[in-house]
Antibody
């Protein structure tokens, strides 16, 4: 079945970086894009950006420009999201989602906690 | 601040119908037929319920329907059931290859 499986929870100190993975299976990875969405505790969904698994083109949310990098490895059907210079307000559940105009398959989420 | 405006909460009794609005601008909802709606139960990942304004993915109940008028999109749930109690988020393409979510609406089934 079509699924996205994300890496496990992370605890990071302020100023550090985190890299979350999202492994796809059950479909042709390069035929779809991947969006990353995060959700701070008790808050709503925030779109972080999108990457084409076909050619690696990216679009990032303006507020994260310069701190976020999204990449893919087509040999393993895996997408990655790296966020640098972490702050306490980056504490959230991070989701990847298959995106072809709508996000129809979601990963299970990865909790990233930023704390000194 | 969310790009799209949703009511914080709505409620209804089993069997009734409710509508959740999602108000954007002429730069997002009003310009593109790319509004999607997501259902999220506590502690779970969001689930796609409506895409391209009014289309339902395979497996989603026909009790869920979407529409748009001007800069406002709407999600209607008919025949409310207890399992519909969840948070609902709208999402729209906003031009320049960006996407925005609404702030979310908590649906309570009384």
């Amino acid at each position: 079945q079509v699924q996205l499986v994300q890496s496990g929870a992370e605890v990071k100190k302020p100023g550090a970086s985190v890299k979350v993975s999202c492994k796809a299976s059950g479909y042709t990875f390069t035929s779809y894009g991947i969006s990353w969405v995060r959700q701070a505790p008790g808050q709503g969904l925030e779109w972080m950006g999108w990457i084409s698994a076909y050619n690696g083109n990216t679009n990032y949310a303006q507020k994260l420009q310069g701190r976020v990098t999204m990449t893919t490895d087509t040999s393993t059907s895996t997408a990655y999201m790296e966020l640098r210079s972490l702050r306490s307000d980056d504490t959230a559940v991070y989701y990847c989602a298959r995106d072809h105009g709508a996000m129809d398959v979601w990963g299970q989420g990865t909790t990233v906690t930023v704390s000194s | 601040q969310s790009a799209l405006t949703q009511p914080a909460s709505v409620s209804g009794s089993p069997g009734q119908s409710i509508t959740i609005s999602c108000t954007g601008t002429s730069s997002d909802v009003g310009s593109y037929n790319l509004v999607s709606w997501y259902q999220q139960h506590p502690g779970k990942a969001p689930k796609l319920m409506i895409y391209e304004g009014s289309k339902r993915p395979s497996g989603v109940s026909n009790r869920f329907s979407g529409s748009k008028s001007g800069n406002t999109a709407s999600l209607t749930i008919s025949g409310l059931q207890a399992e519909d109690e969840a948070d609902y988020y709208c999402c729209s393409y906003a031009g320049s290859s960006t996407v925005g979510f609404g702030g979310g609406t908590k649906l309570t089934v009384l």
